[in-house]
């Protein structure tokens, strides 16, 4: 559409009305900020000028799509200095969200109405940049700079109620917005000053360091989160100064390569939600899901569903076990009303929505069933037997198994179209990733089906085909064992585990063993032993750590000690001297790594599994791996994920750093195709 009909004026009387109409969400495209620019200019005269927006929102941020281009004019920053500036002065008429160039439009209008439930926030720092039209050098001039600091800097929102609070607006509507509109019009009060020409007291020396030194240690090396702060503090600059700086900031990090990880992040999350495997299918509408054991991880299944809105029946053994698993979910469900995560009546409603029974019976009439028992083949296949007996033909049955075949677990079911994997990641309420396995014989309708009940519970759905792990826990085998070569070739488990938390992971592989326990990964090292190429190199000390009892943090000692309640891991010489005796055994002559060494290793690992899973059909795209370890595994969101970081520094260097690791453990790496079109 013309600039014109995205933008459209309208008079009445002397009010003029100004609409955007740029859907979705109507972000600040070039068209939108030509069709605002001749908008100011047709409104010259009126008494007052509106600036609303149609459909379900304001204006909710930029077109990121520009952000890799040159800029085109009119720029954003010189718009909204024409709304501040026209002789007209502009109401800003606010609902849904007003996000980004949205909010520095509304900061450049002289008043500012929101209707009741309006949120607002400057979260550029998500898409690693700063503003660049002035909402680092408003925002603490209307409403202080503490404030600022949280929506810049973290990325938070805020409502509307608290932003009259903080002076931020002129009316809360509870009602009409464009009613509310002309009732303050009809007693339109004197203009105020322009917010680019008022003051601010920004952060003293030791307030700003104290800042500073928060959010550095928050980022893991994110560093939008700080530059945002420092262009907070330019707002102690004349304002044409300060925005001045802003803005060229703004460009450099746009086309930085911290940007534009998190761009593919951001849009990969979207991508991922619409698999090819699911095109033309209709999800079907769930609204009774059943789930087989009540134990941490059942109750975080049951959570999540509860939050999006399902009823709920927990199937136990029996009614001591059923009432544990009703006051496990109780419990996960109180910590959410304390963390304000949920409100008092929708705590209550929640918890309504829960059964636990502790017979089959009770998933009768559910639209949806989820195991959630040990993993182990035959336990797993007596649930469907149970499952299948009592529930309609047609009814969605799922695992959440890790690692086992789903073929195998599915193999007496009765109509296997309607049988899926379901692999949440633990805690279930809390992790964002849900895997979603595919049988060959599951029909569309239900994967379409369990990707969208995936994006009720607020999940980021990836579909995976079947294969050792699937997608995740493969990539973590391969993980692990990339670090256990290089642990019996000369590092330590505190090297390598520092050389992954310096590139950004929220710990290093032995550490998140100890948290998260050795047992089942042994228990699957021993259940594949038999399937294991002979040649592969094997390195045996987690089996022998486990031998010792030394199963992680629960049990205070595992890759590391740990001291009774505290969870800080201790090197430990016994576990040292293992590693240098099965060197010593294989006549391994240790050698030294820098942290660069050891990541280069690991993520070449990292990057060539992945684009074997791609090759073998099992994700649909480079893209979806990268959501899968930023959202199950911590991979660093501003990093993209370890296939946008191959991308990156070169698919080149990532063959040469992978032909690297394989000379080093001969027979034991198999090199994806896409390292090896790199030669051609």
Request: with cysteine.
């Amino acid at each position: 559409m013309p600039p014109s009909e995205i933008v459209s004026v309208a008079l009445e009387g002397d009010i003029a009305w100004v609409t955007i109409n740029n859907p979705p969400v109507n972000a600040t495209s070039a068209a939108v900020r030509a069709g605002l620019e001749s908008a100011i200019s047709k409104v010259q005269g009126a008494r007052v000028a509106v600036l609303k927006c149609a459909g379900k929102t304001f204006v909710a941020g930029g077109d990121m799509s520009e952000f890799d281009a040159a800029p085109v004019e009119p720029h954003l920053p010189d718009v909204v200095q024409q709304l501040e500036d026209s002789a007209t002065p502009f109401i800003a008429l606010m609902h849904g969200t007003v996000l980004g160039g949205g909010f520095e439009l509304a900061m450049g209008c002289a008043w500012r109405i929101a209707s009741a439930g309006t949120r607002f926030g400057l979260p550029e720092v998500n898409v690693g940049i700063i503003p660049g039209a002035g909402g680092t050098q408003r925002l603490p001039r209307l409403i202080g700079i503490q404030k600022s600091v949280d929506l810049a800097c973290r990325g938070q929102m805020i409502s509307a109620d608290e932003l009259i609070d903080l002076g931020g607006l002129d009316v809360v509507a509870s009602g009409d917005l464009e009613e509310a509109a002309k009732a303050f019009i009809q007693s339109l009060p004197d203009r105020p000053k322009k917010i680019s020409e008022t003051s601010v007291e920004v952060l003293s020396a030791v307030e700003f360091d104290t800042l500073r030194s928060d959010l550095k240690k928050r980022a893991k090396g994110q560093t939008s989160p700080l530059q945002n702060l420092e262009a907070l503090q330019w707002a102690a600059l004349p304002f044409s100064e300060g925005q001045t700086k802003e803005r060229a900031l703004h460009l450099k990090m746009r086309v930085g390569v911290e940007s534009k990880a998190l761009r593919h992040a951001f849009f990969a999350e979207r991508e991922v939600q619409k698999p090819k495997a699911i095109d033309g299918a209709v999800a079907r509408d769930i609204r009774h899901a059943a789930i087989v054991g009540g134990g941490l991880m059942g109750a975080g299944i049951a959570t999540a569903m509860l939050g999006a809105g399902l009823q709920v029946t927990i199937i136990e053994r029996d009614t001591a076990a059923a009432a544990a698993a009703n006051a496990r979910v109780a419990g996960l469900l109180e910590g959410g009303l304390k963390r304000g995560k949920i409100s008092q009546s929708k705590f209550a409603q929640q918890l309504g929505q829960l059964t636990c029974a502790s017979g089959y019976d009770a998933a009768s009439t559910a639209d949806l069933a989820i195991e959630a028992v040990f993993e182990d083949i035959e336990v797993k296949r007596a649930v469907f037997a149970e499952l299948s007996a009592i529930m309609p033909q047609d009814a969605i049955l799922a695992t959440n198994t890790s690692y086992i075949d789903p073929e195998q677990i599915f193999a007496a079911t009765h109509n296997q179209s309607r049988c899926v994997g379901l692999h949440f990641f633990s805690p279930a309420h809390v992790m964002k990733l849900l895997e979603i396995v595919r049988l060959p014989s599951t029909a569309p309708d239900v994967l379409a089906t369990a990707v969208s009940l995936g994006k009720r519970m607020r999940k980021v759905p990836v579909l995976s085909g079947i294969c050792d792990g699937f997608i995740g826990n493969r990539m973590l085998a391969t993980y692990r064992r990339a670090a256990d070569y290089l642990l019996a070739d000369g590092a330590l488990p505190y090297e390598i585990d520092a050389a992954m938390r310096g590139f950004g992971m929220p710990m290093g592989p032995y550490e998140l063993q100890d948290l998260t326990g050795l047992q089942i990964s042994w228990a699957n090292r021993k259940r594949l032993a038999p399937m294991r190429d002979p040649n592969e190199r094997y390195i045996p000390v987690a089996d022998q750590l486990c031998e010792m009892d030394r199963f992680g943090q629960r049990s205070g000692k595992g890759w590391y000690k740990y001291e009774v309640g505290n969870r800080a891991p201790f090197r430990d010489a016994e576990v040292e001297s293992l590693i240098l005796e099965h060197s010593k055994s294989e006549g391994i002559s240790r050698r030294e790594y820098t942290p660069a060494q050891i990541t280069k290793r690991i993520l070449a690992v990292m990057a060539n599994e992945g684009a074997r899973i791609v090759d073998e059909g099992i994700a649909e795209a480079e893209s979806h791996i990268d959501m899968v370890q930023i959202h199950g595994y911590g991979f660093p969101r501003w990093r993209g994920g370890p296939m946008h970081y191959a991308s990156e520094i070169g698919w080149t260097e990532t063959h040469r750093n992978m032909e690297k690791v394989a000379r080093e453990s001969p027979g034991s790496w198999s090199l994806a195709k896409r390292l090896e079109d790199e030669l051609r």
